[in-house]
């Protein structure tokens, strides 16, 4: 049983940033994908970024150049770093694993509580 723990998020105004964290455990998630997805009110849940077990990135085109996905695969630990943050990057956060690369969210039968950032202009 995997157990997700998100944490990092906050109330930010338009342009600053905020580092997210994510906690994987239940088994060893070295050789497995990350990945961070969204779900802004009234909305489905949408991809933002994944890193492969290789260090291999992959990014939303909403995000690309203003958010960072990393890992410390020792400690199970996915992070994202984000800046130039904008309104419409409001939404809980959630990350994911998966043993390949995936990018949508109906892939994933179950998810942490989340994390929750605001950004006001």
């Known amino acids: 049983q995997v157990q997700l723990v998100e944490s990092g998020g906050g109330l930010v105004q338009a342009g600053g940033s905020l580092r997210l964290s994510c906690t994987a455990s239940?088994?060893?998630?070295?050789?497995?994908?990350m990945a961070w997805f969204r779900q802004a009110p009234g909305k489905g849940r949408e991809f933002v970024a994944t890193?492969?077990?290789?260090?291999?990135?992959s990014y939303a085109d909403s995000v690309k150049g203003r958010f960072t996905i990393s890992r410390d695969s020792a400690k199970n630990t996915v992070y994202l770093q984000m800046n130039s943050l904008k309104p419409e990057d409001t939404a809980v956060y959630y990350c994911?694993?998966?043993?390949?690369?995936?990018?949508?969210?109906?892939?994933?039968?179950?998810w942490g509580q989340g994390t929750q950032v605001t950004v006001s202009s």
């Open positions: 239940g088994r060893p998630f070295s050789s497995y994908a």
């Open positions: 890193i492969g077990w290789s260090g291999v990135k």
């Open positions: 994911n694993v998966s043993p390949q690369i995936v990018t949508t969210a109906g892939n994933f039968g179950s």
